[in-house]
């Protein structure tokens, strides 16, 4: 089965400061990718970043970067100097099986950046 | 702006009415999802059509119908819904790596 686990349900940060956001997951799949989503109150599911399992190098979006640990299936996201426009549920999710693949999203971490 | 665009944005329906969600992306995505969210949790999947067919049914119950009529267009016909159902729609488009969601329908069973 494949799992994606987000141990922090909430939380907090001070305007420009740099917040990480953690995530697991377990798959059997050899071939596999990840990503961060982010959904504001506004509600739309927006693609923050994506990591591709084959790739050893850590996927970078202006101000959004990962920590992939194959190894230790964790994948952390970190946002650098913090915007009061990143408030938002964050999702880590997993996805296999190519486009046909569901993703499977973690239960998601609520972030607020405090002014 | 998203790029996949979901009709309406509200929508009110009695535990009689037949309505339809519509969905709509120009992308050039052979493969079209349905989600359902629930308050505070993450989407859950419904259907997955891959090239406009069905491939993915997860044991929806059937007053939930889809349809993709060609490669743009993705419905979800409601009939005969229950309060439990009001929740969060999304409609998504992707192809082997990610997908981009709509904004989502927000449906109320009443």
């Known amino acids: 089965a494949q799992t994606v686990t987000q141990s922090q349900p909430e939380m907090s940060v001070q305007e420009a400061e740099t917040v990480t956001l953690s995530c697991t997951y377990d798959?059997?799949?050899?071939?596999?990718?990840l990503f961060w989503y982010k959904q504001p109150p506004s509600r739309q599911m927006i693609l923050v970043i994506r990591q591709e399992a084959y790739k050893q190098q850590n996927a970078t979006e202006n101000r959004f970067s990962v920590n992939f640990q194959k190894a230790a299936k964790s994948f952390s996201l970190k946002i650098s100097d913090s915007q009061l426009g990143d408030t938002a549920m964050y999702f880590c999710?997993?996805?296999?099986?190519?486009?046909?693949?569901?993703?499977?999203f973690g239960k998601g971490t609520k972030l607020s950046v405090k002014p | 702006d998203t790029e996949v665009t979901q009709t309406p944005k509200h929508l009110v329906m009695g535990m009689t009415n037949k309505k339809s969600l519509k969905c709509e992306q120009h992308?050039?995505?052979?493969?079209m999802y349905w989600y359902k969210q629930k308050a505070k949790k993450p989407p859950e999947l419904m259907f997955v059509y891959s090239y406009e067919k069905l491939s993915i049914n997860e044991s929806v119950p059937s007053r939930f119908s889809p349809e993709c009529p060609n490669s743009s267009l993705l419905n979800l016909h409601l009939h005969a819904l229950q309060p439990e159902d009001s929740a969060l729609y999304l409609c998504?488009?992707?192809?082997?790596?990610?997908?981009?969601f709509g904004q989502g329908t927000r449906l109320t069973v009443v």
């Open positions: 992308m050039g995505h052979r493969a």
């Open positions: 998504a488009a992707g192809m082997n790596t990610e997908a981009f």
């Open positions: 798959t059997s799949e050899s071939n596999y990718y």
């Open positions: 999710a997993l996805r296999y099986g190519g486009s046909q693949g569901n993703l499977i």
